[in-house]
């Protein structure tokens, strides 16, 4: 991946709707423009935190799968 990352957060072992919220607060801790990795091995978080975001107004850049139930997702902070 070429972005930058500014922030990554590792939230193996949590659940929806923690993997949202725990992932939101890291957001609000960074400037607009930064970029979050989030990592997930909830298979439904890879589904739910990406279409929270973009309900929220953030731009979910990628969400790629990494390993056997492991995905990353990457957002840019819009707001």
């Known amino acids: 991946m070429e972005k930058k990352v500014d922030k990554e957060l590792d939230i193996r072992g949590?659940?929806?709707?923690?993997?949202?919220?725990k992932s939101k607060l890291a957001l609000e801790t960074?400037?607009?423009g930064q970029?979050?990795?989030v990592i997930?091995?909830?298979?439904p978080s890879a589904e739910s935190v990406p279409k929270?975001?973009?309900e929220e107004g953030q731009e979910?850049?990628?969400v790629n799968q990494i390993g056997e139930?492991?995905?990353e997702i990457?957002?840019?902070k819009v707001k």
């Open 52 to 54: 929270s975001m973009r």
């Open 60 to 62: 979910v850049l990628e």
């Open 14 to 21: 949590e659940v929806c709707p923690f993997t949202f919220v």
């Open 40 to 43: 997930v091995d909830y298979p």
């Open 35 to 37: 970029i979050l990795r």
């Open 69 to 71: 139930n492991l995905w």
């Open 30 to 32: 960074m400037e607009p």
């Open 74 to 76: 990457i957002i840019r």
